[in-house]
């Protein structure tokens, strides 16, 4: 049996192997893997048809269904490059993702191509729109764009893609900014074959899993509940879910064996009762995009304790970078872990040298998942992707690595321990706080629902600790002074903030289901000048 080295081909070896198992659900229809690998393949020559050249962007703005997944595969498979945009952005927003990297092709819905109206017009790179239905009343389109219908395309004569190899550019992900544009990160195949080979590899991914993507797909973390899958021959779940509650349902209707979402959504389901039925099937939960409330994973352990939990750290610039494996939870709940697997993290001082035991430094991450720098902006690369220092003399290629711009130390035994982001990171009376480590002890207090802390300027100690705060479930308003009175409690002087505000939730996400703690803090701002 042949091994994966591009991103269609995980399909194409899982449908070799077992054709006829289940690949990927939505609503009731299941398809084979060798259903899926057919309409990957039937995609492919269906651009290919389009004149698609080797390397040009298709775009896909679509929420969780299956065209989403063909496309995002074939556009690959025909040589292409896929931009996913996630589908909670504004029409200006997924019309500046297609001008930035020159988008060929569109796969959309008819709805959001009304709702995209005239921002098609911004975007002159732009020659062909795939629509997934048939659109009786479709807009007018600018000149030189043609529309297709999704069937058409499919049809379309079997033809040969452009030849590709692992080091080829396979996708770019925009990386959600609440402060100026969004940047976008190129990924080769190589990158996410060999992130799907390492996260299942720990996650012991097998075919007889059920991955529930709950997640975006234009997000690292919840692309990859398809290329673990598919790499292990596992059945992915599509759910675009608009309450926590329809999660639960999910997990228990489909029998979920992995589950892997972000804290904010982790804090809402575990607030919630759990059917006795999903810890019967389900092996473990997984938390990426920032630390899990200790109070919180302990709710969660509680709800499903035959699950085994991953407290994972990553980044899109490098896919992901560490897991804790489920034995160390209990010994160091507040630590991210070590490398996976083919990865090396290192923790770097200003000056490039390494950092002693607990001493905090920069997480820098080297290895086959380093990305290949931001689409058309060599500044924002040469800031993140850098040089690697210490190599050995003999060697004359260059190593690049990313340096994350996060703050994290390593114990003695080698356990990493994240800080903070250097952006994010409070500075108040000479101390430097990370926020993540105030809201570590409001959740703790189980007086909040949701929680966000960020620094305002203060011209005594530099940096004032503000917070907004969400009533907790089942209550109707925050106790603030209980939850101040907790605060000096449970919190050296410094670190108790100046003001907490309550705000009705739940509190904004960025497109990747994160809080938007820069939003939050922008518009906390706004409202005190304005006052």
């Keep these: ?75 690959p498979a025909a040589g292409g490059v896929f931009v996913p945009i996630n589908p909670l952005l504004k029409p200006e927003q997924a019309a500046f993702i297609m001008k930035d990297c020159g988008v060929r092709v569109l796969v959309t819905s008819p709805d959001r191509l009304r709702l995209l109206g005239g921002s098609l017009a911004e975007c002159p790179s732009v020659q062909h729109v795939v629509l997934t239905e048939p659109m009786a009343d479709a807009p007018a389109l600018p000149p030189g764009v043609s529309l297709h219908a999704w069937a058409d395309v499919l049809a379309a004569p079997a033809r040969a893609g452009h030849r590709v190899i692992d080091t080829d550019m396979l996708a770019i992900l925009y990386t959600s900014g609440s402060t100026g544009k969004p940047k976008g990160v190129v990924l080769s195949h190589r990158n996410m074959v060999a992130g799907a080979k390492s996260v299942a590899s720990y996650l012991d991914n097998r075919p007889t899993d059920t991955l529930l993507a709950a997640l975006p797909l234009s997000f690292d973390a919840g692309f990859s509940q398809l290329t673990t899958a598919f790499h292990s021959g596992a059945r992915v779940v599509l759910l675009n879910y608009l ?12 029998k979920v064996t992995g589950l892997t979402a972000v804290p904010p959504l982790y804090i809402q389901l575990a607030q919630l009762e759990w059917p006795a039925a999903i810890n019967d099937k389900l092996r473990y939960f997984a938390n990426t995009g920032g630390r899990m409330p200790r109070e919180t994973l302990t709710m969660l352990r509680q709800r499903v304790p035959a699950a085994k939990p991953f407290l994972m750290y990553g980044l899109t610039e490098a896919f992901r970078s560490t897991y804790l494996p489920p034995e160390e939870v209990d010994r160091r709940p507040d630590s991210i872990g070590k490398a996976i697997p083919n990865a090396e993290i290192l923790v770097l001082r200003e000056d490039g040298t390494e950092c002693a035991p607990d001493e905090p430094g920069e997480l820098v991450h ?28 003999g060697l004359m290629l260059p190593e690049y690595a990313v340096f994350s711009g996060d703050n994290v130390r390593r ?112 518009q906390w701002v706004a409202r005190r000048e304005s006052a």
């Excluded at 998942?369 to 050995?392: F, I, M, S």
């Excluded at 203060?458 to 109707?476: K, L, R």
């Design 1 to 75: 049996m042949r091994e994966s080295t591009l991103l269609h081909e995980l399909v194409a070896v899982s449908a070799a192997r077992a054709g006829s198992a289940p690949a990927l659900s939505y609503g009731r229809e299941t398809l084979s893997y060798a259903e899926l690998d057919l309409r990957i393949r039937s995609f492919a020559s269906g651009v290919i048809d389009l004149g698609l050249q080797r390397a040009e962007r298709v775009a896909i703005y679509l929420e969780k269904r299956f065209e989403t997944v063909i496309a995002s595969y074939g556009a």
């Design 243 to 254: 309450m926590p509650r329809d999660v639960l349902k999910a997990l228990e209707r489909e």
């Design 366 to 393: 080297r290895g086959a998942l380093v990305g290949q720098g931001y689409w058309n902006d060599a500044e924002k690369t040469a800031e993140r992707y850098k040089l690697l220092p210490g190599r050995a003399p």
């Design 411 to 522: 114990d003695a035994e080698g356990f990493l321990y994240f800080i903070g982001r250097r952006d994010e990171m409070m500075k108040t009376s000479g101390y430097r706080v990370s926020p993540t480590e105030v809201e570590e002890i409001l959740y703790a207090t189980k007086l909040v629902g949701e929680c966000v802390a960020f620094g305002v300027d203060h011209p005594a100690i530099g940096q004032a600790i503000q917070v907004i705060a969400t009533a907790p479930d089942g209550s109707a308003a925050v106790d603030l002074p209980a939850l101040m009175a907790q605060c000096k409690l449970h919190m050296p002087a410094y670190m108790v903030p100046a003001g907490i505000e309550p705000m009705a939730g739940p509190l904004p996400r960025n497109p990747n289901g994160k809080i938007d703690r820069k939003l939050l803090a922008t």
